[in-house]
């Protein structure tokens, strides 16, 4: 227990407590200096004006505080202009200015010293360096394993020093013994000031640290309703709606089959594969958004060629672009090796590229690139279709951002695609982002690692 509790008092800040304190010191500083100037300049200009008669003792008494108070007035100057320049230039990280402000500690203390020294000639008090022990203490916060043998350095000069100009040996023990409790009082008040000061300090960062996770937690809980909101969403809408017109079609289409033609079946046979392959779509969405919110979708990064896996996903999703007239262009320079999950690179170029097609008019384009830019490769999907406004792409990847906008053909999304190609870009190790114009067009963004 007492190992433990000495390890407590020499116990060292951590850097930001530490940046704190320095940051505090300064500022103490430069109102000590505002206080030191005038105090100084009024005792250098009234002892100068009642010095006494050259040669006496009270001429030599009165030469020493005039030099003491000069110096401490130089110091503080330069002190003062130091410390200005710190705090607004805002440069607390120095460890120079620790070391500084241990020194200007121990300096006022000293001063102390001599001014009880040259005080001997005429008074046996050791007011200023009572004083000074006791203030320095409460304006300084430097950690006790400095303090307590900077007071017992100037306790020695102080003992040895007290004996110059006074002669009496019974002031001189008297003011030996004050002196012993000017630096305990020092001490004391040091060590409780430091000990007062680290536990505030910490106490403030675990608050601020709580305040944090509670906020931290309060976005993870709005992020889960959201999340929830939505799923109930897409289930009570968008994955009702096909289905109700897969079974009423297909009710109408039996009770009626004998009173159509070939061509009318045809229509509502269209009809209805076109609602099962966008329940489908919406239903696989689901599954992977709703693996991806319980963290069930594991992570298998291998060295692929990219050109191959585009050509793949383009192709399978041709027909679309096919039906609307959009033209589709690779550009790959030259063969580039990516290590990532394959079926997530899968899935993002897949969502990308249905997102572009659904929003770009018929006879539009769209263009996917990618190019080496040091260790990531850098992909782009780019269309000239409707595009969006800084409003929806602020929206665009998170849950609780509105339903999906029709297409151009009025095709219908449930908007989990974008969000779904987040996170796996995000597993993968890369970036995403949107560039887009309304009535100009999109351009998505996101990179990947280059193989080794």
Same mark, same amino acid.
């Given at each position: 227990?007492?190992?433990?509790?000495?390890?407590?008092?020499?116990?060292?800040?951590?850097?930001?407590?530490?940046?704190?304190?320095?940051?505090?010191?300064?500022?103490?500083?430069?109102?000590? &200096? +505002? =206080?030191?100037?005038?105090?100084?300049? @009024?005792? #250098?200009?009234? /002892?100068? *004006?009642?010095?006494?008669?050259?040669?006496?003792?009270?001429?030599?008494?009165?030469?020493?505080?005039?030099?003491?108070?000069?110096?401490?007035?130089?110091?503080?100057?330069?002190?003062?202009?130091?410390?200005?320049?710190?705090?607004?230039?805002?440069?607390?990280?120095?460890?120079?200015?620790?070391?500084?402000?241990?020194?200007?500690?121990?300096?006022?203390?000293?001063?102390?010293?001599?001014?009880?020294?040259?005080?001997?000639?005429?008074?046996?008090?050791?007011?200023?360096?009572?004083?000074?022990?006791?203030?320095? &203490? +409460? =304006?300084?916060?430097?950690?006790?394993? @400095?303090? #307590?043998?900077? /007071?017992? *350095?100037?306790?020695?000069?102080?003992?040895?020093?007290?004996?110059?100009?006074?002669?009496?040996?019974?002031?001189?023990?008297?003011?030996?013994?004050?002196?012993?409790?000017?630096?305990?009082?020092?001490?004391?008040?040091?060590?409780?000031?430091?000990?007062?000061?680290?536990?505030?300090?910490?106490?403030?960062?675990?608050?601020?640290?709580?305040?944090?996770?509670?906020?931290?937690?309060?976005?993870?809980?709005?992020?889960?309703?959201?999340?929830?909101?939505?799923?109930?969403?897409?289930?009570?809408?968008?994955?009702?709606?096909?289905?109700?017109?897969?079974?009423?079609?297909?009710?109408?289409?039996?009770?009626?089959?004998?009173?159509?033609?070939?061509?009318?079946?045809?229509?509502?046979?269209?009809?209805?594969?076109?609602?099962?392959?966008?329940?489908?779509?919406?239903?696989?969405?689901?599954?992977?958004?709703?693996?991806?919110?319980?963290?069930?979708?594991?992570?298998?990064?291998?060295?692929?060629?990219?050109?191959?896996?585009?050509?793949?996903?383009?192709?399978?999703?041709?027909?679309?672009?096919?039906?609307?007239?959009?033209?589709?262009?690779?550009?790959?320079?030259?063969?580039?090796?990516?290590?990532?999950?394959?079926?997530?690179?899968?899935?993002?170029?897949?969502?990308?590229?249905?997102?572009?097609?659904?929003?770009?008019?018929?006879?539009?384009?769209?263009?996917?690139?990618?190019?080496?830019?040091?260790?990531?490769?850098?992909?782009?999907?780019?269309?000239?279709?409707?595009?969006?406004?800084?409003?929806?792409?602020?929206?665009?990847?998170?849950?609780?951002?509105?339903?999906?906008?029709?297409?151009?053909?009025?095709?219908?999304?449930?908007?989990?695609?974008?969000?779904?190609?987040?996170?796996?870009?995000?597993?993968?190790?890369?970036?995403?982002?949107?560039?887009?114009?309304?009535?100009?067009?999109?351009?998505?963004?996101?990179?990947?690692?280059?193989?080794?």
């Amino acid at each position: 227990m007492k190992r433990d509790s000495l390890k407590r008092f020499f116990e060292e800040p951590d850097e930001n407590v530490r940046n704190e304190i320095r940051e505090n010191n300064i500022q103490r500083m430069l109102y000590l &200096s +505002l =206080i030191v100037f005038p105090v100084t300049l @009024f005792h #250098i200009i009234f /002892f100068f *004006i009642n010095l006494a008669p050259e040669g006496t003792m009270e001429y030599k008494w009165g030469l020493g505080i005039i030099g003491s108070h000069t110096f401490a007035f130089l110091f503080f100057v330069a002190v003062g202009i130091i410390f200005y320049n710190q705090k607004r230039k805002k440069q607390f990280k120095n460890f120079s200015i620790d070391l500084f402000i241990i020194l200007i500690f121990f300096i006022m203390i000293l001063l102390g010293v001599i001014l009880v020294v040259f005080d001997q000639i005429v008074t046996p008090a050791i007011t200023p360096y009572l004083v000074l022990c006791a203030i320095i &203490s +409460l =304006i300084i916060l430097i950690p006790p394993r @400095f303090t #307590i043998p900077l /007071f017992l *350095i100037s306790y020695v000069l102080f003992f040895i020093g007290i004996a110059i100009f006074q002669k009496n040996p019974e002031i001189i023990l008297s003011n030996r013994v004050n002196g012993i409790t000017a630096i305990s009082l020092g001490i004391l008040f040091s060590v409780i000031m430091w000990r007062n000061t680290l536990t505030r300090y910490r106490q403030r960062n675990i608050i601020e640290k709580q305040k944090l996770e509670l906020e931290n937690n309060l976005l993870e809980l709005q992020d889960a309703n959201a999340s929830k909101d939505k799923l109930f969403g897409i289930i009570g809408h968008d994955l009702t709606t096909p289905f109700n017109l897969i079974t009423g079609l297909s009710e109408f289409l039996k009770e009626n089959v004998r009173d159509y033609s070939v061509e009318q079946i045809e229509k509502y046979l269209t009809d209805i594969h076109k609602a099962s392959l966008q329940a489908q779509l919406l239903l696989q969405e689901l599954l992977v958004w709703a693996r991806l919110q319980t963290g069930n979708i594991l992570f298998n990064p291998v060295q692929f060629d990219l050109y191959t896996v585009c050509k793949k996903v383009t192709d399978t999703i041709l027909p679309v672009s096919s039906a609307k007239g959009i033209s589709v262009k690779i550009e790959i320079e030259d063969p580039i090796k990516i290590l990532a999950d394959k079926e997530m690179v899968k899935t993002i170029l897949r969502n990308l590229f249905s997102n572009a097609l659904k929003y770009t008019h018929p006879e539009g384009y769209v263009l996917i690139k990618a190019k080496r830019e040091d260790s990531v490769v850098l992909i782009e999907v780019e269309d000239n279709g409707i595009g969006m406004t800084p409003e929806e792409i602020i929206q665009l990847f998170s849950t609780t951002g509105k339903k999906s906008n029709p297409g151009t053909l009025n095709e219908k999304g449930s908007g989990l695609g974008l969000i779904i190609c987040k996170d796996f870009v995000e597993k993968c190790g890369g970036k995403i982002w949107v560039e887009s114009t309304l009535q100009k067009g999109s351009k998505f963004s996101f990179t990947l690692p280059v193989a080794p």
